[in-house]
């Protein structure tokens, strides 16, 4: 099956500071991709679409300014969390559809702790 | 997105089959039943998917009610390493998922 890359995969930083999180497509292109988080106990939340040179799409509630989102090629895909807070530590996934009929395939994921 | 109804956990013997429901009634015509699962703190694993048909592949198989309100994901011989959060989602193909609470599947010895 395709395969999706996030780097890193677990990542601590200070309160205030900004962290960039990749998430790329091994061996297929993919003009979006998804961006979700989960915390602890809970499902997978979608945040936003990725849309390969355009703008991404935000679910409700997902400040844009804060977790900005550039696809800059059809392999890879960038969440940066902004200005860092406690609260945005979660365990953040990406996933790309692929294959014949376009099954979502998800990253390993990347656990965030902001201190 | 059509909604799914799947029982909260499940438990199975080691080396037995493990048959998890889903309910997605109202599910349209275009629309395919995806299984994943999760392993704690690991992305989602895709499992397998069907539209109409039922389907097999080396993980399991996936059998849909001919009026496709319900199917039935099957592990037929479950291990240890299954034990996992099993999701079952309704979607067009490319599509965002969108994720329930799942089943969560608890292999015993």
């Known amino acids: 099956g395709a395969v999706v890359s996030q780097h890193p995969s677990w990542v601590i930083c200070k309160s205030g500071t900004s962290v960039k999180i990749e998430c790329r497509s091994l061996?297929?292109?993919?003009?979006?991709m998804f961006w979700y988080r989960q915390f602890p106990k809970q499902s997978l939340m979608l945040m936003a679409t990725s849309n390969e040179g355009s703008k991404a799409t935000y679910e409700q509630g997902v400040e844009k300014d804060k977790f900005l989102i550039n696809h800059a090629s059809l392999t890879l895909s960038t969440l940066t969390v902004t200005s860092a807070h406690p609260e945005d530590s979660s365990f953040y996934i990406c996933?790309?559809?692929?294959?014949?009929?376009?099954?979502?395939?998800f990253g390993p994921g990347t656990r965030l702790t902001v201190l | 997105d059509a909604k799914t109804t799947q029982p909260t956990s499940m438990d199975c013997a080691e080396g037995r089959a493990a048959n998890l429901p889903c309910n997605h009634s109202t599910i349209s015509g275009n629309e395919y039943v995806y299984w994943y699962r999760q392993i704690h703190s690991q992305g989602p694993q895709y499992i397998i998917h069907?539209?109409?048909n039922n389907e097999t592949n080396e993980m399991a198989s996936l059998i849909i009610t001919e009026d496709r309100k319900s199917s039935t994901l099957i592990l037929p011989h479950a291990t240890l390493r299954d034990t996992a959060v099993y999701y079952c989602?309704?979607?067009?193909?490319?599509?965002?998922?969108?994720f329930g609470g799942g089943t969560r599947l608890m292999v015993k010895p």
């Open positions: 061996d297929f292109q993919a003009t979006t």
């Open positions: 996933s790309a559809p692929g294959g014949l009929t376009d099954t979502q395939y």
């Open positions: 069907g539209l109409k």
């Open positions: 989602i309704v979607n067009n193909a490319g599509n965002m998922l969108t």
